[in-house]
């Protein structure tokens, strides 16, 4: 297969992160037989330091002809930095928000995997972690409260905000196709999370959700209200495959998610439109406190792009490959400064890139 990808490096450990996940994906086109095209653009304060803005009309028109965006990370540290002192449409983020724009990314993909080698560093109680878990929350990212009418008023001398949290049932159809379709490339079963019990919103949610499931027989559809999800979390997280639910639950659901995994250099992400395209990315950001030193965990972006492998080219068992050699890499005991352990072996970025390319 031909893989036409563009990378953006980005800011901070951006660029040492996305050269090691390249590293394992050159690796995986050599041993499976693929060709990877392969251009970088910039964005954030890389773009910024070169073109005065965070992202050029040229760049957007490069990841748009491309299948698929791989991203280290972009922003800097907000005291310090100069970017920080432009205007916030000038600032690195907004490069972020006008390409999730421009792509039509609606769907974000957050997995959270246990990896027992790992477990020293999971705040749940032991009795909890050692059943593991490997779950994987699908987020609508364009709806919702965050992008409904809002205003504030002041009436007789008392101010008063509204905000508004609308879908309409096309929105939410489509981002329920894309969980039904990731939970069959994983284990076949769907949580969706919705306040069902209060919200017209939700009930609606609820509806379409199960009018999707018609037609996705051999998947196990169930419902959770979020407040009890949020409980689940961290009481029985083996429990969960898919959750799939709307742009404000999942942003809070995300976050618990990834933090009962306890490592943030291991958490990657997608974001994904209504074709095989994505945005894939680690969770974490640019980490400028480490950045240029060589200590950075690559492996939340090697992640990515094994995401990147799975579903824009479908490309399962390449996918497979990278997501067992960060297993092999880990149990065998290399680790980076984040997740180091007594009894391990600590390399740096690089060094972790090249013995995950070696075990492909
Ligand atoms: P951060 O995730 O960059 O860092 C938080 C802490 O985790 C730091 O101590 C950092 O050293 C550590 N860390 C993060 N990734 C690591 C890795 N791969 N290996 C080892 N340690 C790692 O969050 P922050 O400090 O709040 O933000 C720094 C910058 O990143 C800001 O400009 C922020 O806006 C930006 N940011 C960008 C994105 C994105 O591009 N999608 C996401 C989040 C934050």
């Known amino acids: 297969m031909r893989m036409n990808i563009v990378c953006i490096p980005g800011d901070g450990i951006g660029p040492e992160i996305?050269?090691?996940?390249?590293?394992?994906?050159?690796?995986v086109a050599v041993k499976y037989g693929h060709e990877i095209e392969r251009r970088d653009i910039l964005m954030g304060g890389a773009s910024i330091d070169v073109h005065g803005v965070p992202l050029t009309d040229e760049a957007v028109a490069q990841a748009k002809a491309a299948d698929?965006?791989?991203?280290?990370?972009i922003g800097g540290d907000a005291n310090t930095s100069p970017w920080y002192q432009?205007?916030?449409?000038k600032r690195p983020e907004a490069g972020l928000l006008r390409i999730r724009k421009e792509l039509k990314l609606f769907a974000n993909l957050r997995p959270a995997y246990l990896y027992q080698e790992l477990a020293g560093a999971c705040p749940l109680k032991e009795e909890i972690s050692s059943a593991g878990f490997d779950m994987l929350i699908m987020r609508e990212l364009t709806g919702g409260l965050y992008f409904g009418e809002r205003h504030t008023t002041v009436e007789n001398g008392v101010r008063r905000a509204v905000d508004t949290l609308t879908y309409d049932e096309n929105e939410i159809r489509r981002i329920a196709v894309k969980a039904f379709d990731v939970a069959r490339?994983?284990?076949?079963?769907?949580?969706?999370?919705?306040?069902?019990?209060v919200l017209d919103s939700s009930r609606l949610w609820r509806s379409v959700v199960n009018e999707v499931a018609k037609a996705?027989?051999?998947?196990?559809?169930?419902?959770?209200?979020?407040?009890?999800?949020?409980?689940?979390?961290?009481?029985d997280p083996a429990q969960f495959d898919v959750i799939l639910t709307e742009n404000m639950f999942g942003d809070i659901l995300s976050d618990e998610a990834s933090m009962v995994t306890g490592s943030i250099g291991m958490l990657s992400s997608a974001s994904l439109n209504d074709t095989k395209f994505g945005l894939y990315e680690?969770?974490?950001?640019?980490?400028?406190?480490?950045?240029?030193?060589?200590?950075?965990?690559?492996?939340?972006?090697?992640?990515?792009?094994?995401?990147?492998?799975?579903?824009?080219?479908?490309?399962?068992r390449e996918a497979d490959a990278v997501e067992q050699a960060v297993r092999q890499v880990l149990k065998e005991g290399w680790r980076t400064a984040d997740i180091m352990s007594e009894g391990c072996r600590l390399v740096g970025c690089r060094r972790m890139g090249e013995l995950l390319a070696e075990r492909i």
């Open 18 to 27: 996305v050269a090691q996940a390249n590293r394992v994906l050159d690796r």
């Open 68 to 73: 698929a965006v791989l991203m280290g990370s």
């Open 86 to 89: 432009l205007p916030p449409e």
């Open 185 to 197: 490339k994983r284990r076949g079963k769907v949580t969706s999370v919705d306040k069902a019990n």
């Open 216 to 235: 996705y027989p051999d998947v196990e559809l169930s419902h959770m209200l979020v407040d009890n999800c949020a409980m689940q979390l961290v009481k």
């Open 282 to 316: 680690p969770s974490h950001g640019s980490a400028p406190d480490i950045a240029g030193r060589d200590i950075a965990n690559p492996i939340a972006t090697v992640l990515s792009a094994a995401m990147m492998l799975r579903y824009t080219f479908d490309l399962d």
